[in-house]
Each structure stands twice: as C-alpha cells, then as structure tokens.
C-alpha cells in the first residue's frame, strides 16, 4: 500500500536515552519533512530534507538530527531525550519541495519520562 | 515570518448546522494556503487547497475561498455531519524558499446529533 509508515506507534522513553524514529515513504517524492504536534501550537517542523542527501533545519530543531541518505526514508534521532521532546511525531512527504501537497504518516506518540 | 490564526475550538454544532472556521495568515510572499483535517488517532489528511487569490477549493462539501485583500482562508460547509467531527488546521505554505507548511494552532469541531 502506498503511503508513509511511521515506527513506533507510541514509545515511552527515559530521559538521556537515545532514539530514532523511522519515517519511509514509497511513493518516490524528493522532500520529506518531520513535524512535532503540540496542544494549543499546531504542528511546527523540526527538520526537512528537499532530496536525498540533503537536510535543513525548520522551526524546532534543538535536540534532533535527521539524516536522508536514499529517497524513501527519513529517520529523526533524539541524541539524549528531554521531557519537553514529549510530543506526537509526524513524517510527511511531498513530491517536491516546490509541489506543496503534503502527505503524512500515522504520526508516534513519544513520552519522555 | 510567517503566521496563521485560527479561531479557538471547540466549536460545537448540531448534524445539519452551517460550519464557519476563521483563517487568517501573514506572509511575506505570496503563498498557497491549505486546510487539513484530523480525525480522531490519525495523521493529517489535505482536505482542501488554494494556490491564488480568488480561487476556490473544495471538497467533500466543504469549501475555502483565497481572500488576498482580508489575507483570509475561511472554512465553511453548508451542513455538517457527525462523521465530520475532527480537528482542522489551516496551513499556507512559500513558493520560494523552504516551502514547509506553517500551521495554524487547531481548531476541534464536535458535531452533535
């Protein structure tokens, strides 16, 4: 089935643990963006990749890395995770980055504790 | 930098009733403007799209109108439905630069039987 998958759904985390978690598309778009949802502030993007290769940083990136090393996956790493890094993750791609239709994926659930 | 204002939720209506939810952007481009849907445990979902002022979008009954003078993307449907009980996000992404969209904060519809 195309579409975005995400991994974990949900994922409960200690604080100064490390994680990555998986974005993969299959539908050959070029740029892929992840995004945090919080109540009250909608979603804001964290890091964005126009194509394979390439990364730049959005409006949140403290405390997250991503690295875009083929088409079809984006991961997203907390090198050592925060209690404010509790938040719903959303992948999304586009088929480029001038072709503004996102599609997004089921979103992780991630509680640092 | 870029903004969007949405009107604060819950906004609560009975099956049958006209929606109205307010969109405001500031954008130092020219931007095209989206509105998303959320339904409850999923990801986002493009539910319609505006690319230049004076267009229209619409689909599944509901309906957006690019006002360039009042920088307004309005979301309207003539008769909700319980099945449209969701969160909406308005969202205007640049034509240059990053292009990622910026989101309004969220605005939860409850449509009552």
């Known amino acids: 089935i195309a579409g975005i998958t995400q991994a974990p759904t949900s994922q409960i985390l200690a604080a100064g643990r490390r994680m990555t978690l998986r974005c993969t598309q299959d539908m050959r778009h070029n740029a892929m963006y992840w995004y945090r949802q919080d109540l009250g502030l909608g979603l804001r993007l964290i890091h964005y990749?126009?194509?394979?290769?390439?990364?730049g940083k959005g409006e949140v990136p403290d405390g997250y890395s991503v690295s875009r090393a083929n088409t079809d996956d984006f991961p997203l790493t907390l090198a050592s995770a925060v209690p404010s890094q509790t938040s719903v993750y959303f992948c999304?791609?586009?088929?480029?980055?001038?072709?503004?239709?996102?599609?997004f994926g089921p979103g992780t659930r991630l509680t640092v504790l | 930098g870029d903004s969007v204002t949405q009107m604060e939720g819950p906004v609560t209506l009975s099956e049958e009733a006209f929606l109205t939810i307010n969109c405001t952007y500031t954008a130092t481009g020219y931007p095209s403007l989206f509105w998303y849907v959320q339904y409850p445990g999923e990801g986002l979902q493009l539910l319609l799209k505006?690319?230049?002022?004076?267009d229209k979008g619409s689909n599944k009954g509901f309906e957006a109108t690019y006002r360039k003078e009042t920088t307004s993307f309005h979301l309207e449907k003539g008769s909700v439905q319980v099945s449209d009980s969701a969160v909406y996000f308005c969202?205007?992404?640049?034509?240059?630069?990053?292009?990622?969209?910026?989101f309004g904060s969220g605005t939860r519809l409850q449509v009552q039987p």
């Open positions: 505006a690319t230049k002022a004076d």
């Open positions: 990749s126009n194509t394979a290769g390439t990364t």
């Open positions: 999304a791609s586009s088929l480029t980055s001038s072709y503004n239709e996102q599609f």
């Open positions: 969202a205007l992404s640049e034509r240059t630069g990053r292009r990622a969209l910026t």
